[in-house]
């Protein structure tokens, strides 16, 4: 009598092989790609630190620390007893305080940048793939005009526009003060920032529409599509439903590397120039301001340019482990 | 083939036609301008400035004509005046622009004090621009004059000055990273996962990480500023020569102007760009190479027992030749327009620094002379990327 009971027990133990979700799966393939996981770990910090900047800092964004220009590290103010970790600038403000109120705006509009461009291109793509035809080449022949043109010279070409005459594109209120709150800036200086925003999505989304066209046309002769639509299932919830979250991988991995595009993007148009103007810290016009003091106070430089490469790394790193991790031809 | 090169061929007419369109308005409703100075120092009220005054130079800018006539003159020279057919003129009454307008000052939503076109006190007829200076169009190969940068000298004397600095600086550049980075990228698709795979992934990910900028500014701190100051031998940088004859430790004197200060000069731009580019090149390179590898006449190449050299250069190479195109073909307006940012921190007196000057200064006719044949030359590019594509695979179709 004992056998069969024998029997049943291997039979459960055979069949109980720990069952994953798909998103385990994931999870466990990213864990296991060290590089991806220690730049998770060090993205995580900087936003935290980014977050909690207000409680962080000692100084105002742009309090003048006056007659104390270029104080070297840990310095400490005479009358109140702060102390400027990083020393002060050029023209005597913290520059610490500044790095930190800086790596939140520069994050705020990578983050913004890489959103607005992927949902533009998202449904752009989605839409041009799933329904072919007139609309789709309408679509793709306006990408690719769009990025047969020479970019940067045309980015600068429409920022110097925007900066110049900021009244060109409205943006209502509710947008500026939120965005503003993100980036605890004034409706005014958020103008500035959101304007860059749409710059930079303005050509980001050409790429990740191409992208997700491509999968879309994939995913369209799939049999799970037709079955759907012989259930009776529109238009929209069939691209909402099934193709965009079965085309969602490719997505991910292109905005986490968006983002390190974007945040040396941001760097450069503001290098030249052309970005975020000066009294609003960002790690890109930081660097610009200060690169004339290269060689003889290289600090100067390095500090708001090393978390540029830092989190431009990382997210690049990320972008390489999840790429690894969707991808369903890689078995462990 | 040909009906497709035909429909092709109109269509990047059409490209260029549009992108040039879009970049002029862009360019002419951005504030600024030559006038900005001007009316600085009428408010001043240092000097007398007559609305006469005014008018004229509006009318040397040819600010006073109407967007569409001014971009017609700026393309194909086109206005000139009225038509004359058999001695008779046509159309010499049209309005094409305005000599002077009225000007209002209003406070918009925002509280900002504004000046505002409102009207037109004395326009421009068709009739009146005879015998004006013009440009025979940009499409006949006259840019026009220069605004700011070499006031009143023609815009092809500015790019002819500066193109040889620029093509000196990206070719080398170019050849070097094609002859480095492209079998780095072919070597880490085939060592996948080996070491050298791993520290070539991070230095490449590190190389397209850093700002070309912060790059550029690391090289000239380390390999010039730092040496230097040791004693030690240094790479001069900044400009493409030096003004002053100067020694340099362990090399010797160098005569400003001379093959040896001119190399020395090109050392550092050249490296970085090389460097960035074999870092992005080389990663494309190696993507594509492994997605060859990966096929099943790959592996069926293999089964029959082909050597792995073999195997790389004939069977996988051919197929992963696409990327390669794209990369050479793209460098062909990359020679012209040369490297933005690299030439602004090394003040290379190139075509890239001098986009910058131009739209820094205003001076328009430059800038739009800039992007106009820049964007020529990307649409050429794209149509012979897409024409080489299907040579080098016969799969690929066009139509």
Known sequence: ?332 | MTAYLIRRVLQSILVVFISAVASYVLLSFAPGGPLSGLRQIQQQGRFKITEEDIARIRASFELDLNLPVRFSRWLIGVPRGPLTIGGKEYFGDVVVGCRKPIEAEITNSRGVQEIIVVGCKEEVLLKDIVGRRTSRGILFGDFGLSWRLLRDRPVSDLIESRIPKTLQLIGLETLLSLIIGIPLGIYSAVKQYSRFDYVFTTLAFMGSAMPSFFFGLLFILIFSILPKGAGLPYIPAGLSESVRNYTIPWIGDVIAGSAKDRTLHLMLPVAVLTILNIAGWSRFIRASMLDVLRQDYVRTARAKGLSQNVVIMKHALRNALIPFITIVVFTIPGLFGGAIITESIFAWPGMGRLYILALGDYDYPVAMALFFILSVLTVIATLLRDILYTIADPRIRLH
């Open chain 1, 1 to 332: 009598m004992t056998v069969p009971a024998q029997m049943d027990n291997i039979k459960a133990e055979a069949i109980t092989i720990e069952e994953r979700s798909p998103f385990q799966v994931v999870m466990m393939r990213f864990v296991k790609h060290r590089l991806a996981m220690v730049s998770m770990v060090v993205m995580i910090v900087i936003f935290l630190i980014t977050i909690l900047a207000p409680y962080i800092t000692s100084y105002e964004v742009d309090e003048l620390n006056v007659n104390n220009y270029f104080l070297p590290f840990g310095s400490v103010d005479q009358d109140t007893g702060r102390v400027h970790y990083f020393g002060t600038d050029n023209i005597g403000r913290d520059y610490f305080s500044r790095l930190i109120y800086a790596g939140r705006i520069s994050l705020t509009v990578a983050l913004l940048s890489v959103l607005i461009s992927e949902t533009i291109g998202i449904l752009v793509g989605a839409v041009s793939g799933f329904y072919g035809g007139w609309i789709d080449s309408v679509l793709m022949r306006f990408v690719e005009f769009m990025l047969t043109i020479p970019t940067l010279p045309l980015l600068l070409i429409i920022s110097s526009m925007l900066l110049r005459n900021e009244n060109l594109i409205p943006i209502p209120e509710a947008v500026l003060k939120s965005v503003g709150s993100i980036m605890l800036l004034g409706p005014k200086d958020a103008r500035n920032a959101i304007l860059i925003v749409i710059v930079l999505a303005g050509f980001g989304w050409l790429s990740s529409a191409q992208l997700m066209r491509g999968t879309i046309l994939s995913l369209r002769e799939q049999t799970f599509v037709e079955a759907s639509r012989s259930l009776g299932a529109t238009d929209v919830w069939i691209i909402f439903k099934h193709m965009i979250p079965n085309a969602m991988a490719p997505i991910i991995v292109d905005a986490s590397l968006g983002l390190a595009g974007f945040v040396v993007a941001e760097a450069a148009l503001a290098f030249l120039g052309f970005g975020i103007q000066d009294p609003i810290p960002t790690w890109g016009n930081m660097l610009s301001a200060t690169q004339q003091y290269m060689f003889d106070k290289p600090w100067l430089p390095l500090v708001p340019g090393l978390p540029i490469f830092i989190c431009s790394l990382a997210f690049n790193y990320i972008g390489d482990g999840l790429r690894d991790a969707l991808d369903p031809r890689l078995k462990l």
